[in-house]
C-alpha cells in the first residue's frame, strides 16, 4: 500500500496543468475563476482545443480517439481540469454517448457519431426524465412505435439539461408497453433535434439561469438506425451508462476550486475588525471541509482502482459513495464562498454590471457568481440519482439491510 | 409564562392572514417581482389602512402602540407569503431609527407619515467594505453652515431605491472601527448629490446601492453617538426577519408535506419511505426550535439591559439562521427536480430565507459574539 503518485503520475498532473495554463483562452479562464458557468461557445472552444491535444475522448479506448489512460490517469486529467478550473466537458457527449456507443453501437453509428461527439461537432443531450418518471425512471412513458423502417415517438422529457443549445438527444423510450417487468420494454433511441414534431421549452432554475427543459415529442419520426443496443434492451444500456457516469461523480476538484477562492476572498474581507481569513471558526471550516476532500480524495483512488482492476466493466456500488460524500462537499464549499461574500453575495449584480458614474468604486469581482453557484448546486444532490436514491443502492447492494 | 395570543393580536392575525390569502398568491406576487417598483403601492395603502404602517408606531403619532410580539406574528405571516413590500426597510428599520433618535419635532413631522403610508424610510449604513461589522463606517459629515453634508457610498440599503428619505450613517469623528464617532443623518431622496442605483436581491425584494456627494443631511439624534441606536435598529431587523424565516419555513414545511403525500414514485407516495419521514420530522424540529428562538427575539427586542438584549437577539439569530438553511435545503432536496425551479414556490422560499441569513450579521457572525462571552 502507497498513498504517494508514482512518479510517472506526479509527471503527467504536471504535464496536464501545463498545457491547461498554456492553452485555455485567458477571457474564458477568467470567467472560470470568478465562478461563473462557462457560456455554450467556452465549452466548445475548450472542448476542441482538448481534442486537438488527443484528450477530449479521455475515457474512450484507443481505436476510438481515446489517449489510452490508466485509470488513475484519468482522474488527474478532470481533476486538474476542474480546479483549474477549466470549462468541463461536455458530459453527455464524453462519458454518457461515448463508452454508451463503443460498448453498444453499430460500426456505423459508432464512426459517424463518435468522432463529432469528441470534437462538439454535436451538441448531446440526455432524455431520460419525465414528469412521472424521475427517481422512478423505469415508470417513463414516452412511447416509441415501429412504423417500418421508422420509431414513431410520442411524450415528454423534461429537466433536460442543455437541450436548448444541444443538436441531439439520446433518449429512454418505451417500445413495449406490454412487458412483464417495466424495465424490459424500454429502448435507447438517437433523436436529432432538428426532426419535425419536437418543442423544447426552456425551464429557467433558482439562480435565475436556463439551463433546464422540458422537451415535447409528437409524431416524431426517428430512423430505426437510430436504436441503440436492441429494443427493448435499453435498460442495460441506461444502466451501463449511469455506472459510467458516476466515475467522475464526485468533482472533487471543483469543491477545491471553491476552498481555494472561499480562501483568496477571505483575505479581502473582514470579520470583527480584522481579515476574515484570521477568524478562527472560519479557519476551522475550511480545515474540516479540507479534511473531509482528503478523505474523499482517498476514496476516489480507491474506488477508481478496483473499478480499474474489475477491467472497467462493474461499477463499485462504492461509487455512490462518491456520489454522496462528493455533492456534499461541492454544496458545502459553494455555501462557505457564498457566507464569505455575505451581503454582497446577495444582489443580482449581473443583470446591471454598469456602475453609476459616480460609484466609488465598482462592485467586486468575485460577488456576482456566488448566489448563483451556491443555488444551482443544491441540484447536485438531485441530478444523476438523488442522494436519497445513493443511499438505498449502498443499503440494497453493499449492507443488504 | 404565558404564549397565549390577546383578542387584538388573533384579530390582528385573522385579518392579515385573509388579506394576504387573498391579495398574495403565488402568481400575483410574481406579477409584482416582474414590475418596475417590484412591490404593490395598492397593497401598501392597504397596509395603511388596517392599521399594519402604524402597528409598531405610538399612537400619539397616529400609530397603533403595538409591540414587538405584534410585530412579530405580522412579519410571520409576511414571511408566508413573500411580502415583498417595504415594511421591514421603512417601518422596522426606518421606523425604530426614528423613534429611538429622532428629536419631538422629527418625530412629530414624520413618524404620523410613517404610519399613514405617505412617507416611506430605508436605513443606509452598510457599506462595501463593512461586510457586518456595525463600526465600519467610512461615508463622512462635514458642517456646513447650519446643516450637514455627507460624502460616502452606502451599500445593500434595503429598499433603497423607492424611499422617500433615507436615515443614513456617517462619520462626525473618529476613523473606521471606531465605536464613537458615527452619526445619523436624515437624507431627502432627492437631495443633490444623492445618486442612487436600485436593484433586486436574489429574492426580488428591491435594494439600492447610494453615492453621496456633499449631500445636504439633517442630524438624527445625537451627534457622535449613535452607534447604539444603529445596533437597536439591526437588532429590530434580527427580531423582525427572525420571524418572517418563520413563516417561510412553515410554508416550506407544509408545501413539502403536501408534497411527500402526493407525489408518486415506486408506485407509491415518496412519503412512505422512512427516510423522508425522518427528515420531514428532523425539518418539523428546525422549526419548532427556531420558532422558540423568534419569541425570544421578539421578547428581548425592548429589553431594557443592553448587554442582555444584544446576547438573546445573537442567540435568535444563530438559532433561526441555522433552522432556515436546513428547513429550506431540505425543502428543495424532497421536492427532487421541481425543488430547483423558479415556477415553483418553494426555491422562492429557499432565497428569501438565504438574503435574510445574509443581511444582519450571519449565523458564524453571532456565533463568534456569543463565544466571546462564554464563561
Ligand atoms: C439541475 C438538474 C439537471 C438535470 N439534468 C437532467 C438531464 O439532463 N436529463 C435527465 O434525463 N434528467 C435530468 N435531471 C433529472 C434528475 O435526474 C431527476 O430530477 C432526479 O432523478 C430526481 O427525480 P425527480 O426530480 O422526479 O424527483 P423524485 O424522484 O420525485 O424525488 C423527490 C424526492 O423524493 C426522494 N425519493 C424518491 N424516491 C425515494 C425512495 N425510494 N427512497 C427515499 N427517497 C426517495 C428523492 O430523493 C427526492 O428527495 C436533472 C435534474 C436537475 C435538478
Known amino acids: 500500500m502507497d498513498l504517494r503518485f508514482t512518479p510517472e503520475e506526479v509527471a503527467f498532473r504536471e504535464e496536464v496543468r501545463a498545457f491547461i495554463r498554456a492553452n485555455l483562452p485567458a477571457d474564458i479562464r477568467e470567467r472560470m475563476r470568478l ?37 488513475i490517469q484519468r482522474m488527474i486529467f478532470l481533476e486538474e481540469n476542474l480546479q483549474a478550473p477549466a470549462p468541463e466537458l461536455l458530459s453527455f457527449n464524453i462519458t454518457m454517448l461515448g463508452p454508451v456507443l463503443v460498448e453498444f453501437g453499430t460500426e456505423t453509428q459508432k464512426r459517424h457519431f463518435l468522432p463529432r461527439a469528441a470534437n462538439l461537432d454535436d451538441w448531446w443531450c440526455q432524455g431520460f426524465s419525465e414528469p412521472g418518471a424521475g427517481s422512478d425512471l423505469a415508470s417513463l412513458r414516452t412511447a416509441a412505435v415501429r412504423d417500418g423502417d421508422h420509431y414513431v415517438v410520442n411524450g415528454q422529457k423534461i429537466w433536460t439539461s442543455t437541450a436548448h443549445n444541444a443538436d441531439w438527444c439520446f433518449c429512454l423510450v418505451r417500445t413495449d408497453p406490454k412487458a412483464a417487468k417495466r424495465q424490459e420494454g424500454i429502448s435507447f433511441l438517437l433523436i436529432d433535434l432538428r426532426t419535425p414534431g419536437i418543442e423544447v421549452r426552456p425551464i429557467i432554475s433558482i439562480d435565475g439561469s436556463h439551463h433546464l427543459n422540458e422537451v415535447f415529442f409528437t409524431d416524431v419520426r426517428v430512423p430505426a438506425e437510430n436504436l441503440v443496443g436492441e429494443e427493448n434492451k435499453g435498460w442495460s444500456v441506461a444502466k451501463y451508462l449511469l455506472g459510467n457516469e458516476r466515475t467522475g461523480i464526485a468533482r472533487l476538484g ?58 472497467g466493466k462493474t461499477p463499485d456500488p462504492l461509487s455512490s459513495v462518491l456520489k454522496v460524500k462528493g455533492t456534499e462537499l461541492l454544496q458545502a464549499s459553494s455555501e462557505l464562498v457564498m457566507d464569505v461574500g455575505g451581503p454582497l453575495a446577495m444582489p443580482a449584480w449581473q443583470q446591471e454590471l454598469a456602475a453609476l458614474a459616480n460609484e466609488p468604486a465598482p462592485i467586486p469581482d468575485w460577488a456576482p457568481a456566488m448566489a448563483p453557484a451556491y443555488l444551482m448546486l443544491r441540484a447536485a444532490s438531485i441530478y444523476g440519482g438523488t442522494n436519497e436514491i445513493q443511499k438505498n443502492i449502498l443499503n440494497k447492494a453493499v449492507l443488504g439491510l | 409564562m404565558d404564549f397565549d ?156 431605491d423607492c424611499a422617500d428619505r433615507l436615515v ?17 443623518f436624515l437624507v431627502d431622496a432627492e437631495a443633490s448629490g444623492l445618486a442612487r442605483r436600485g436593484y433586486a436581491l436574489r429574492d426580488g425584494t428591491r435594494a439600492a446601492e447610494l453615492s453621496l456627494t456633499g449631500v445636504p443631511a439633517e442630524l438624527l439624534g445625537e451627534r457622535d453617538a449613535a452607534l447604539p441606536v444603529i445596533e437597536r435598529v439591526i437588532e429590530a431587523g434580527i427580531a423582525a426577519t427572525a420571524a418572517e424565516t418563520i413563516g417561510a419555513m412553515e410554508a416550506m414545511q407544509a408545501m413539502t408535506l403536501d408534497y411527500l403525500k402526493t407525489r408518486q414514485q415506486f408506485g407509491r407516495p415518496i412519503g412512505d419511505n422512512q427516510a423522508l419521514q425522518h427528515r420531514s420530522a428532523e425539518m418539523m424540529i428546525a422549526l419548532e426550535q427556531g420558532r422558540s428562538m423568534a419569541m425570544l427575539a421578539a421578547m428581548s427586542v425592548d429589553a431594557p439591559d443592553a448587554e442582555e438584549r444584544a446576547r438573546s437577539i445573537a442567540m435568535a439569530r444563530v438559532g433561526v439562521g441555522q433552522a432556515g438553511r436546513f428547513v429550506s435545503q431540505n425543502a428543495v432536496q424532497l421536492h427532487g427536480g421541481i425543488g430547483m425551479t423558479d415556477e415553483y414556490a418553494v426555491g422562492h422560499f429557499f432565497r428569501r430565507v438565504m438574503v435574510i441569513e445574509h443581511l444582519f450579521g450571519d449565523t458564524a457572525h453571532h456565533l463568534d459574539r456569543l463565544a466571546d462571552q462564554v464563561e
Open chain 1, 254 to 311: 471543483t469543491s477545491k476550486a471553491a476552498v481555494r477562492r472561499a480562501k483568496e476572498v477571505a483575505r479581502e474581507v473582514r470579520t470583527r475588525g480584522r481579515p476574515l481569513i484570521e477568524d478562527r471558526a472560519f479557519r476551522t471550516r475550511v480545515a474540516q471541509l479540507e479534511v473531509d476532500m482528503k478523505a474523499l480524495e482517498i476514496t476516489q483512488l480507491r474506488v477508481v482502482s478496483a473499478f480499474a482492476k474489475s477491467g
Open chain 2, 168 to 184: 443614513v450613517s456617517a462619520r462626525t469623528a473618529g476613523s473606521r472601527d471606531e465605536a464613537a464617532g458615527i452619526s445619523l
Open chain 1, 35 to 71: 465562478g461563473h458557468k462557462p457560456t455554450k461557445q467556452d465549452t466548445i472552444t475548450w472542448q476542441r482545443i482538448l481534442n486537438a491535444r488527443g484528450w477530449a475522448a479521455f475515457s474512450w479506448p484507443t481505436e476510438w480517439g481515446g489517449p489510452g489512460w490508466t485509470a
Open chain 2, 5 to 160: 395570543l390577546t383578542e387584538d393580536q388573533r384579530l390582528l392575525t385573522d385579518s392579515v392572514a385573509r388579506l394576504l390569502a387573498d391579495q398574495y398568491g403565488f402568481e400575483q406576487r410574481k406579477s409584482l417581482l416582474k414590475a418596475p417598483l417590484g412591490w404593490s403601492e395598492r397593497l401598501w395603502s392597504q397596509y395603511a389602512e388596517l392599521g399594519l404602517l402604524g402597528l409598531p408606531i405610538p399612537e400619539e403619532y397616529g400609530g397603533f402602540g403595538g409591540g414587538p410580539v405584534d410585530v412579530m406574528l405580522l412579519m410571520q405571516a409576511f414571511g408566508r407569503h413573500l411580502v415583498l413590500e417595504p415594511y421591514l426597510a421603512s417601518i422596522v428599520l426606518g421606523g425604530t431609527a426614528l423613534r429611538l433618535a429622532g428629536s419631538a419635532a422629527q418625530r412629530d413631522e414624520l413618524l404620523p407619515a410613517l404610519a399613514d403610508g405617505t412617507l416611506k424610510l430605508a436605513f443606509a449604513h452598510g457599506e462595501r467594505q463593512s461586510r457586518y461589522d456595525l463600526p465600519d463606517v467610512l461615508t463622512t459629515a462635514r458642517q456646513d453652515g447650519g446643516g450637514w453634508r455627507l460624502d460616502g457610498a452606502k451599500s445593500v440599503v434595503l429598499h433603497g
